[in-house]
């Protein structure tokens, strides 16, 4: 079956996904983080991109960006090029790292432009990494409170107002919201099941999914954290399934 061309953004403005191949993490350290940002900012003069949000997950990225004098498949075939690239040669590996098709969709108006900037900078939130959005290190969310890294903030703070202190203001209450936002991801099923969860833990050595609630301390908070960064996990359903309240999970 062919595949389904991309709808072309009449704004040249995309939001971006890329996720790592079967699942697994794209991130391990301090570093890996960081590279992606360097290979963004070191992108932008030669592709002539515009980046507005960006997120990194462990296991996968979101972007919403703007193409200028090159299209957006070709933007992100220089970027995660050269990242695998580095990456592969960091941990001596070889072949893909992210999945071979990146999912995209065109953001043609202001007002889901605001909900897609929203939407990114509230991902570790929703995945119940933190609690506040401030506190994640890996988005481009403080680029807008303080001087931008590698963020092209003018665009959105102007939607928000031409008063640059009232603009943060209304941008940082905008993006603290409560919301039932539906975007790229949330068009198709990414819900794990309880077969595929219970699995996973087999593979890792968990043989009773019971047993993670007695362990230490540490190696429970361990355990946990490798369950959250599976693709589709919530945290309503490992705490169904392990009986470790939602809130210590919230928390790990």
Known sequence: MSRQARKKSSSGIYHLMLRGVNKQKVFTDEQD??????????????????????CLMKNHIHLLLRETDESISNIIKRISSSYVYWHNKKYGRCGHLFQERFKSEAVETDEYFLTVLRYIHQNPLKAGIIEDIEKYRWSSYKEYLDTPVVTDTDLALDMFSIDRKKAILLFKLYNNEINEDQCLEDNEKTDLSDQELIRFLNEIGISNINEIARLDKEQRDHVIKEIKNINGVTVRQIARLTGISRSVIKRV
Not at 33 to 54: F, G, H, W
């Open 33 to 54: 983080y960081s590279r992606i940002i360097e290979t963004l900012c070191y992108y932008k003069p030669i592709s002539k991109y515009e980046v507005y949000a960006y």
